[in-house]
């Protein structure tokens, strides 16, 4: 009987134009400083070439104002109804699905303003060759997407890249790895695109590090990237996640070492600000109603 393994659900993801076939996760290696080896999800044609030259304004204040506006998105973002689709999806060797998790669920408020999450739609679990862990709902509730705010901001190390354009937004680019990683705690490894108008991040690419590679205790994820939308003129919040690879498993006492191909999709749909006493606050000024002045119109959502 094949043996079952954890899939770290770094939450499901969409990344339209992209070509995945091929894709594979390579097994990594952890640094004395954390850095982990992996293959990267492949950006799609809307990136434009990256643009190497110096910023007009300092990288390390470009950090400063845009991990302040995250710690503004994390509190505003937790004022906003919505709902969130999960699915998760392992293929054989033809690609086609050969199991499935999926599940939808209401993010809401009770009448008391206290806050919920009703599931909504959960057909039968069909995935065999893995099966979901408590880690995996953790990564689908909280490290996706990636909110790098002032408060965490010293956990890593941030190298600036350059200015890219993502379709009709100008960003700045940031490689982003932790700086150390500590046991039993979880970080991002990878790349985000900063828009530069609103400093906030709109497109995370990466992996969610480390993984647990004991034998027998396997909790694997793959690559992914999450992509933001503007809602309300004022948030860049996350619209769908997509995260595809292949992990391998070692072998172990009774079972044989197995690589299981997995395709992951997270879709936040249906964004309403949950009226309240709440007030969301930057830099002293009451920002929870209403658009801030000067802000541009969304780019249309990638293909779904």
């Known amino acids: ?50 643009d190497t030259s110096a910023p007009a304004i300092p990288a390390q204040q470009i950090i400063d104002e845009f991990t302040a506006k995250e710690s503004v998105f994390r509190r505003a973002m937790a004022n906003y109804l ?29 009448p008391t303003g206290k806050r919920f999450e009703h599931v909504v739609l959960a057909p039968a679990n069909t995935l065999e060759r893995i099966m979901m862990s408590p880690a995996d709902f953790q990564d689908i509730e909280q490290r996706l997407p990636f909110v790098l705010t002032k408060e965490d901001v010293g956990q890593y190390d941030l190298t600036y890249l350059g200015k890219q354009k993502v379709d009709e937004l100008d960003t700045y680019v ?76 070692s072998a172990g006492t009774g079972y044989l070492s197995s690589d299981v191909h997995i395709r992951e999709t997270l879709k936040y749909t249906d964004y309403k600000q949950y009226h309240s006493n709440i007030r969301v606050l930057y830099e002293g000024q009451d920002i929870s109603n209403g658009t801030n002045p000067g802000q541009q119109a969304p780019p249309p959502a990638k293909p779904q």
């Open 1 to 50: 009987m094949p043996a079952v393994h954890h899939l770290r659900v770094p939450a499901p993801r969409i990344l339209g134009r992209t070509s995945l076939f091929g894709l594979a996760f390579l097994a990594f290696v952890l640094s004395a400083r954390g850095q982990v080896s992996y293959t990267s999800m492949p950006l799609d044609q809307g990136f434009g070439p990256l």
């Open 82 to 110: 919505y709902e969130r689709s999960v699915k998760v999806e392992t293929l054989d060797d033809d690609n086609k699905v050969d199991g499935q998790y999926f599940q939808v669920t209401d993010i809401s408020f009770d």
């Open 174 to 249: 940031f490689d982003v790895k932790p700086k150390v990683i500590e046991k039993n705690k979880r970080y991002f490894q990878g790349r985000i695109w900063v828009e530069q108008h609103d400093l906030q991040i709109v497109v995370t690419n990466g992996k969610n590090v480390p993984d647990d590679t004991r034998k027998g205790h396997e909790d694997l994820s793959p690559p992914f990237t999450t992509y933001r939308e503007q809602i309300d003129g004022k948030y860049w919040f996350p619209v769908y996640t997509k995260g595809e690879g292949i992990l391998h498993f």
